[in-house]
């Protein structure tokens, strides 16, 4: 599916300077995309960029956190007075934040997972819908197995709150921008090998863990090994483009069967 699915389209993607959001910037920049690299480490968005040109690609960088209003607006404005369209948009950046007991969890940490994860999926949809309205399009927005299918995660009750309420924007959603001719779906990975879990806070483990272990590994169809960023890339590929044309409100889980153990 590389080559020129992408041809001539502009895509957006959040959180594209590492992980999942890089990966799916590559790919979709590999199909012809021009691709608005969003996030908040320029020395990073840079990186993908150099990638997505030493591929023959282009894109743009736009420095904004997404869950500041007044960046996300500017961010998106720029992407579009530069190329006068938008047809795809990936809203990927997120944290996993804290992971620790609910009567341990301070409300600062509540309110930084929700700020990222929900306010920021909010404000990328909020500036980009307005923007593909005219010609329609594709969203996907990365939410997780956990809060959708897998609840024992030791802790993770806000990062699973955002990931649910992220599905839930989808499925709503989906009915809303049907007659503009946007399509929405989620993309659910399960464990992927990205830097993510360097940015975890996890405290009192002990106190969460659910007793559920699986002898064989936890990833049926790879005995327990980690999905990789570029079969979680393919599927967002596939869903932003005109492959996925007559599917909307979808979640897929991209995770080799782990959440169907748990
Ligand atoms: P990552 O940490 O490599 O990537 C997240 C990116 O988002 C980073 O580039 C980071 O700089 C950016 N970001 C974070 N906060 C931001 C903000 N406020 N404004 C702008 N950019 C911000 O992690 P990843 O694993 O690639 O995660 C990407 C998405 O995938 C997340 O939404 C995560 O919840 C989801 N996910 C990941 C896994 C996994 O196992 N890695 C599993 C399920 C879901």
Known sequence: MTGTEFEGKTALVT??????????????????AFVGLLGRTESELEETLDLIRSLGGDGVVLLADVSREDEMERAVDQLFDLRGRLDVVVANAGINGTWAPIDDLKPAEFDETIAVNLRGTYLTLHHTVRRMKKRGGSIVVISSINGTRTFTTPGATIYSATKAAQLAMVLQLALELGRHGIRINAVCPGAIETEIDDNTHIRKQRQTEVPAKFPEGDIPLTGGVPGTIEEVADVIAFLASDASRHVTGTPIWVDGGQSLLR
Do not use: N, T, V
């Not at 959180?15 to 012809?32: E, F, P, W």
């Open 15 to 32: 959180g594209a300077g590492s992980g999942i959001g890089q990966g799916a910037a590559l790919r979709l920049a590999k199909g012809g």
